[in-house]
């Protein structure tokens, strides 16, 4: 079947600008990751979702992001007031169940704040 | 806080050779040890994971050894391939399926 899904694939936005990123995992998985990935660098983790509550989000470095997932499937990372630093790649990741799967990633998403 | 730490940074590795990359962690609370592949413009792809509960484990071409006590892993690729060649990282995690702790990188070419 098909995989994680991220879009848009590649986003550029202006300083103190507001962004949503998109994440559909794969069908009938019920744990959602985030990740973001600097250049030369391994992912670092952000949240995790299990169905629709975030059961760990201590990777979010500040309340300018937030994530949601209403539904308990598809995710949306919400940065406000963007900064230079932001500029990354966004990994999303998700798995069958939390305590027992493989994390299974999307492409990402290219952020890149000017 | 870097919780594991990778090594080497890159590696070149002439066709049908051993590549091996290390990375050693600090959390004993660690039990659940995956080692990701990721091409450019690619979301890291699940290679092989080992549990503490054994001392190595193989599939395929790779395999992985595994030291508790020395609180080391590393990753070798047996007759490597060019098409081998992208970055690869090591992780961690406190319980199979909980959030990843990641090392930085090891960027392999496989020489032709």
């Known amino acids: 079947g098909a995989g994680v899904s991220q879009t848009p694939s590649n986003k550029v936005t202006e300083k103190g600008k507001y962004v949503e990123l998109r994440c559909d995992p794969i069908s009938g998985h019920t744990a959602l990751y985030w990740y973001r990935q600097s250049l030369g660098q391994g992912p670092e983790f952000l949240i995790y979702f299990q169905g629709t509550g975030a059961a760990d989000d201590s990777g979010l470095p500040n309340d300018r992001f937030f994530a949601v997932r209403p539904e308990g499937s598809v995710s949306t990372l919400k940065i406000q007031r963007t900064e230079r630093g932001d500029s990354a790649v966004y990994l999303c990741?998700?798995?069958?169940?939390?305590?027992?799967?493989?994390?299974?990633f999307g492409p990402g998403t290219r952020l890149t704040v000017l | 806080q870097q919780q594991v730490k990778q090594s080497p940074q890159s590696l070149i590795v002439q066709k049908g050779g051993i590549s091996i990359i290390n990375c050693a962690y600090e959390n004993t609370a660690f039990d659940y040890f995956p080692w990701y592949q990721q091409f450019p413009g690619k979301g890291p792809a699940l290679l092989i994971a080992?549990?503490?509960?054994?001392s190595e484990k193989k599939e395929g071409r790779f395999t992985i050894s595994f030291n508790k006590s020395a609180k080391q892993f590393s990753l070798h690729i047996m007759d490597s391939q060019p098409g081998d060649s992208a970055t690869y990282f090591c992780?961690?995690?406190?319980?199979?399926?909980?959030?990843?702790?990641f090392g930085a990188g090891t960027i392999l070419r496989v020489k032709s």
């Open positions: 080992i549990r503490p509960d054994v």
């Open positions: 990741a998700s798995s069958l169940r939390k305590g027992g799967d493989t994390q299974y």
């Open positions: 992780a961690a995690s406190v319980e199979y399926g909980n959030k990843l702790v």
